[in-house]
């Protein structure tokens, strides 16, 4: 389950972000890791959209990967081609005030 809805259009444009970004973060044999895990947690709160490469993973494993990822991360994967996923979770400091 995504924790975060988003429309065709808007993956569409976030990919089209995307593209322009270096790989944040780099997933070995370890996979999903708690410190891999951890460490895109951080950078998505850093910076919403996160570029990560998979290097040692094939095409099954990287999906599994992709779910795990955006499941225990709370975010959304906005896109996946080859080696290199795209995921999204909009920072907490915009979410409406007091609520």
């Known amino acids: 389950m995504s924790a ?3 429309t065709g259009a808007e993956k569409s444009r976030l990919r089209g972000r995307g593209q322009t970004l270096a790989a944040s973060l780099k997933v070995g044999r ?6 891999v ?3 895109l947690r951080a950078l998505l709160a850093a910076q919403e959209l996160v570029k990560v ?3 040692a993973a094939d095409r099954d494993e990287r999906e599994t990967l992709n779910a795990r990822l955006a499941e225990t ?3 959304c994967l906005v896109g996946a ?3 290199t996923a795209l995921f999204f979770r909009p920072r907490a400091a915009e979410a ?3 609520a």
Not at 30 to 35: M, V
Request: hydrophobic share 25%; proline share 12%.
């Open 4 to 6: 975060v809805p988003l």
């Open 30 to 35: 370890e996979g999903a890791s708690p410190s």
């Open 37 to 39: 895990v951890s460490s």
């Open 53 to 55: 490469r998979y290097t």
């Open 73 to 75: 991360t709370e975010s």
């Open 81 to 83: 081609v080859g080696g």
């Open 96 to 98: 409406a005030p007091g």
